[in-house]
C-alpha cells in the first residue's frame, strides 16, 4: 500500500470503539456523497463526532456557561462529566471548547494517557508564545517564547503559573476518558488547574469519564480535591427532545416525515444518542432525497441494521468489561423484565442461605458494583431495575469480539443498502487488526475499493 494520502482512517481514533463499525461508517460516508444524495448525511453514529443537533443536553451546556461567565470561583468551572459509553461525553467536551472559544478563552482537550501532559504542555507554550498573544500583552515575541527545553523541565503546576503570569488569556482544560485509573497524569492536571483555582485566575476545567470514575477517585491519594467538582451525570435523552430533532434535521434537508414515523423513531432509540445517530443515519440514506414522506415502514426497514450495530459497538463492549457474576446479575434483571427484588435475583442466581431461602447479600457486591457503573438503579426498597436498556441477555463475544464471528445476516425487506455483506466485514476486520499492528496507517479510498472489491 504505497498512497496514504487523502487517508479515510482518522489517526486518532478512540481506543475503545469497535473499529469495524468507523471504518464501515467512513466508507459509507463516501458512498453517499457519491450517490448525489442533495444534502450530506447529517448524522454521526461515531464516537466524538459532532451530532446534527446536541439533544437534551442544554442544563450542562448552561451550567458550564454560568461558570465562564460568573468569573474565578465560581463552582461551574470545575466539573466532572460521567456517563455510559456513547452517552456523549466527547461531543459535549467539544462544544464545551466551542463555547469558551467564542468568549475568548483558550481551551485544551486531551484524553487522558501518557502523553497528554506533554499535549497540554505543546498547547500552553503555543498560547503563550503565539504573536496573538504576546500582542494582546504588550510583549515582544521573543520575550515571551519559552524555549521548548525550558518547557520540558518545569511541571505543568510551574507552566501553568508561568501562563498566568504572562497574562495569558482564560484557559479551558478538557480531559477525556479519565475512566480507567487516575493516573499521575491526570493528577498533575488536576493540581496544576487546583493551584491557580487558589490563585483566582481565569480557570476552567471539565474531566469526563464513565460512572465509575468518581468512585475511583474518592481512593486516589491526592484528588480528595475532586469532590469539589460539580458532578454533571449524562444520562438517556428525553424521547420527545429526540423526535423533536428528529423532525426538525429531516425537515431541513428537505424530508417530510409522517407523525408515526417519527414515534417509532424517537421510541426505537431508548434515548440513547449513539442509537440516534446510527438510525438517523440509515434513515437518511434509505430516504436518498425522494419526494415523499418517510413512513412508518421506513424506519421498520431500517431498524434491525442500526440495532445490531449499535449491539455490536456499545453492548459487547459493556459486557465485556463487567466479571461473570456481574453480567448474571444484569441478565437476571434483564429477563424479569428490567425490574426485580434483590431477592428475586438471588434465587435467580441461585444464591441460597443455609435454610434454603435466597441470600441477597451473597450478590450484594455485584449488585453494588453495577450500580456504580451506572447500568442498574436502586428501585426503592430491596429492587434495582436497568439503567439503560440494552440488549443485556445477548451473549458477549470476545473482547476482540468484532474480529472474531461473523454476525448473521439481517432479516426484513431490503432496506435498499447494500446487503450486509460478511466477507465485506472480515476484510474489513483483517485491516483493523494489521493498523492496530502498526501496518497500516491510513487508507486512500483507491485503496479501500481495491481491497475490499467495492465499485466505483
Ligand atoms: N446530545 C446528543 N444528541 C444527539 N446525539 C448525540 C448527543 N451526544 C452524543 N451524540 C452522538 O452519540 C455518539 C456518541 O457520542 P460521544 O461523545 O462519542 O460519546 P461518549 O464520549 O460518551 O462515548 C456520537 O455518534 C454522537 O454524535
Ligand atoms: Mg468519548
Known sequence: MARRAGGILRPRIPARIHLGVILRYNITQYNDTSRGTPM????SPTAGFMPPQIVDRDRVLFDFETGLEDGPGAEERFMRVSGERGMGKTVLLQKMCAMAEERGWNTVLTEANE????????????FISSPVASASLKLPVAEVTLAAEDATRVTLRRLLEIYYERGGAPLLLCVDEVQDSFTSEVREVVQGARARFGAGDEIAIVLAG???????????????????????????????????????????GGA?????????????????????QLLGRRL????????????????????????????DAVVDVVLGELTGRQRDYLEAVARRGGEASTREVAEDLGYTDADGSPATTKASAFRAALIQKGLLK?????????????????????????????????????????????SFEKAVLEDVRAWRAGKLETYSLEEVEEHLGLDR
Open 40 to 43: 450530506r448525511n447529517p448524522f
Open 115 to 126: 502523553g497528554c501532559i506533554d499535549y497540554i504542555r505543546d498547547k500552553l507554550l503555543s
Open 210 to 252: 464513565l460512572p465509575d470514575m468518581i468512585a475511583n477517585a474518592r481512593t486516589a491519594r491526592g484528588l480528595t480535591f475532586l469532590h469539589r467538582a460539580m458532578g454533571e451525570d449524562l444520562g438517556l435523552l428525553d424521547l420527545d427532545r429526540v423526535r423533536e430533532s428528529y423532525r426538525q434535521t429531516f425537515e431541513e
Open 256 to 276: 417530510r416525515v409522517s407523525m408515526d414515523a417519527l414515534g417509532l423513531l424517537a421510541e426505537s432509540t431508548g434515548g440513547h444518542p449513539y442509537l440516534m
Open 284 to 311: 437518511w440514506r434509505r430516504w436518498g432525497g425522494s419526494p415523499d414522506p418517510i413512513g412508518i415502514e421506513d424506519v421498520e426497514a431500517v431498524l434491525p441494521e442500526a440495532r445490531r450495530a449499535f449491539d
Open 378 to 422: 436502586p428501585a426503592g426498597r430491596g429492587r434495582v431495575r436497568l439503567a439503560v436498556t440494552l440488549n443485556w441477555t445477548r451473549t458477549p463475544r470476545s473482547p476482540s469480539m468484532s474480529t472474531q464471528d461473523t454476525p448473521a445476516a439481517p432479516t426484513g425487506e431490503d432496506s435498499g443498502e447494500t446487503p450486509y455483506d460478511p
